[in-house]
């Protein structure tokens, strides 16, 4: 039942963050370019500037956002001119964390594009929709035949872009860490 509901989950989480393609506030970066600190706060200056009513929400893949993360580590070789509490923040909050007063989750269901390029985002609330119709039931069903059970697991929902201009498309490489 765990991995029928994990399951179940991944699919509801990748369902609403293939919507990050259909934003339309604005587009930062290039896919295949490395994420950076300048794109998140482009695309918080964009939502901004908008007059997108907050609060703000970033996804990103995992692998876009240690490249983040290892910009600001304090590393051989790593320049040291970011800010201190820049720093505090990403390194103790590395998976979820706040900054700048945008909420940011990292997700390995963010879309792709060919497996090295993500499309990560940034947007209030009312720009994407999520509708839960039926929570997530589980049925169990007997099989006598087998003198065994299975597990049905059914949701009813809908999800899509509600106010597209409300979201922001970071694109960045999205390559496999080598440490």
């Known amino acids: 039942s765990t991995e029928l509901g ?12 293939g919507n990050a393609s259909s934003l339309t506030g604005g587009t930062i970066g290039g896919l295949g370019s490395a994420a950076t600190w300048g794109q998140f706060y482009a695309s918080l200056s964009i939502l901004r500037g908008s007059n997108v009513p907050p609060p703000y929400v970033a996804v990103y893949h995992p692998y876009a956002y240690h490249a983040m993360g290892t910009a600001v580590a ?41 497996g090295t390029a993500a499309y990560n985002m940034m947007f209030s609330r009312d720009a994407v929709a ?21 597990l049905n697991v059914t949701s009813l929902y809908a999800h899509g872009v509600w106010r597209p ?10 390559n496999t860490p080598t440490g």
């Open 6 to 17: 994990a399951a179940l989950a991944t699919k509801i989480d990748t369902d609403i963050l």
């Open 74 to 114: 304090a590393d051989a070789g790593v320049s040291q001119t970011n800010s201190p509490w820049l720093q505090d923040a990403v390194m103790q909050n590395f998976w979820m964390g706040r900054v700048a007063q945008v909420d940011i989750f990292i997700s390995s269901n963010a879309q792709t594009s060919g």
């Open 130 to 150: 999520f509708d839960l119709r039926r929570d997530i039931r589980q049925e169990p069903q007997r099989d006598a035949s087998a003198r065994a059970w299975e």
């Open 165 to 174: 201009a409300f979201g922001v498309q970071i694109l960045t490489a999205a």
